[in-house]
């Protein structure tokens, strides 16, 4: 049987930023709601996703701006490190395939 630890997001960009070799860019996927008034109240879940791979990233460069939808999907990662002598957890999303939808609603601007 095969085993894989994958994730897919669908959402707005944030922001882009280089570090190292890598990409890094945050995503806010829409979990609304409709509160007792029944108006409508935005929850976006945030999540910045890394891109490895060069192609992709001259692609991303070229092609994504921030508010932007796109598909993100790839493996998830535990990492740890070592900082002030405590062991720090965390969890890298590596993106693999990286999509533009759509660009920016012009009603955003």
Do not use: C
Request: no cysteine.
């Amino acid at each position: 049987m095969r085993t894989f630890s994958e994730f897919q997001i669908i959402g707005r960009v944030g922001k882009i930023k280089a570090v190292g070799t890598t990409l890094r860019v945050s995503l806010a996927a829409e979990y609304g709601r409709k509160d007792n008034d029944g108006n409508f109240q935005s929850n976006p879940y945030w999540n910045e996703v890394t891109i490895f791979n060069e192609n992709v990233i001259k692609w991303a460069r070229d092609n994504v701006a921030p508010g932007d939808l796109v598909h993100a999907r790839g493996t998830i990662r535990q990492t740890e490190y070592e900082k002030d002598g405590q062991t720090v957890y965390g969890i890298t999303l590596a993106a693999s395939d990286f999509d533009r939808l759509a660009k920016k609603r012009q009603d955003e601007e």
